[in-house]
Nanobody
Framework: QVQLAESGGGLVQPGGSLTLSCAAS????????MGWYRQVPGKQRELVATLASVGETRFADSVKGRFTISREHAKNTVYLQMNSLKPEDTAVYYCKADVRRFEWMRYSNVYWGQGTQVTVSS
């Protein structure tokens, strides 16, 4: 199996910064893409940022210019640097990875982390 371990969430004041980390472990041949989503109670999970193995990135319009995403391939780890945080960024942040566990697999499987709480409040 594949496990995703998230860290870095917490409480921060508006205008502050946080860095989330997500490390994938287990039986992994390759990771096609890694990314971050977030969810608040009563709403659907939404994309925050994704980073494909070829370097293509996607960001939600609400975080463009404030958040950056990076990846350490050797460690199967993805980071989300969040700057200029706003109260509306408060959510549970989930890591997602598209993983091929074996070389013979033509398509990747999707794995999710357990989530980490980010609260932006004064």
């Amino acid at each position: 199996q594949v496990q995703l371990a998230e860290s870095g969430g917490g409480l921060v004041q508006p205008g502050g910064s946080l860095t989330l980390s997500c490390a994938a472990s287990g039986r992994i041949f390759s990771i096609d893409a890694m990314g971050w989503y977030r969810q608040v109670p009563g709403k659907q999970r939404e994309l925050v940022a994704t980073l494909a193995s070829v370097g293509e990135t996607r960001f939600a319009d609400s975080v463009k210019g404030r958040f950056t995403i990076s990846r350490e391939h050797a460690k199967n780890t993805v980071y989300l640097q969040m700057n200029s945080l706003k109260p509306e960024d408060t959510a549970v942040y989930y890591c997602k990875a598209d993983v091929r566990r074996f070389e013979w697999m033509r398509y990747s499987n999707v794995y999710w982390g357990q989530g980490t709480q980010v609260t932006v409040s004064s």
